[in-house]
């Protein structure tokens, strides 16, 4: 079948290699442009656009995908299926109409439909997730399914290894879906709107970390906003992000060194332990202010006055 893919990040890219990999012919890639990205706002190619060029493919990034510029392509190309993986543009009436869409999504829908699958599955305490392809409609998500790929959710991951996971899941469902299409076998199935759930962006409210809330919330909480967005707290009025926690080991200190509030900081050689509303979390990886990415030992070093008897809000 001749294919037209359209994904800009990584989650993108990991579903386009199993797509080259395959022995459909990928005739065009889409790419959102190339943007300024990091702390020095250096230009950046998406990785898609990255793995596209590695592998010899024709790639545009249009404004749109929507212009008649980009729909012209696609009919000139004679194009089977557009493929949509984490490309970041909402798809409009006269693009559906042109050609037939499916998208790679990183829930098990109905369930998570919207931008944040992996971090919401994560932050809302989910054993397993996985990947849907989908034939795209205008509403959002909503369209039938032809496919889904659980994947386990284990305390290990974070938003990134779990996003990994799930685009790999996808890149194997989009191929058994595109080979069935091809046999003229496969047909969709309409999704239980009674069961739908939504996966919004994450506000910046939502990135505090409440410490009287119980140790297992918190965990959850941070592991799905790393390694991209951060959970964070406050020390003295500064920013203090968290990146990556564990729970509290049986060598930890009892509760008892830690009695008063939550957030209160307990210090045990080179580990840290912040109280929580039910026990203690071992902070493993963190971020002050605009300094770098440190361990706990690291931060301890330098920032122990800091931290020593500190209550975190």
Not at 66 to 88: C, H
Not at 121 to 135: L, P, Q, W, Y
Request: positive net charge.
């Amino acid at each position: 079948m001749k294919i037209a893919f359209a994904g800009t990040p990584r989650f993108g890219a990991l579903v386009l290699e199993a797509l080259i990999a395959s022995r459909h012919k990928v005739v065009v890639v889409f790419a959102q442009p190339d943007r300024p990205a990091g702390r020095s706002r250096r230009v950046t190619l998406p990785p898609v656009k990255k793995l596209a060029l590695a592998a010899g493919l024709p790639v545009e990034q249009p404004e749109s995908i929507n212009s008649p510029e980009a729909i012209w392509l696609l009919e000139k190309l004679d194009v089977n299926i557009l493929v949509i993986a984490a490309f970041g543009q909402i798809l409009k009436n006269d693009l559906l109409d042109a050609v037939p869409c499916i998208n790679v999504h990183g829930s098990l829908l109905p369930k998570y439909r919207g931008a944040a699958p992996a971090e919401r599955a994560i932050m809302n305490g989910e054993r397993e997730t996985g990947a849907s392809i989908m034939k795209v409609v205008l509403a959002l998500d909503a369209g039938e399914v032809f496919l889904r790929k659980k994947v386990i959710i284990d305390d290990e991951d974070d938003a990134g290894s779990l996003s990994e996971k799930v685009a790999r899941a996808g890149g194997v469902a989009l191929v058994e879906v595109l080979d069935q299409f091809e046999a003229g076998a496969q047909k969709g199935e309409a999704q239980n709107e009674s069961k739908a759930t939504y996966a919004g962006k994450i506000m910046p409210a939502e990135r505090r970390i409440n410490w009287s809330l119980p140790a297992r919330r918190i965990f959850n909480q941070v592991r799905a906003l790393s390694p991209h967005i951060g959970a964070f707290s406050k020390i003295d009025g500064k920013v203090l992000k968290i990146w990556r926690v564990a729970p509290a080991a049986a060598t930890a200190p009892s509760e008892g060194a830690s009695v008063g509030a939550a957030g209160a900081a307990v210090i045990d050689g080179e580990k840290l332990y912040i109280r929580c509303g039910d026990g203690l979390l071992e902070i493993i990886g963190l971020q002050p202010g605009d300094k770098r990415r440190m361990s706990a030992a690291e931060f301890l070093r330098g920032y122990n006055r800091l931290i020593r008897g500190a209550i975190l809000r």
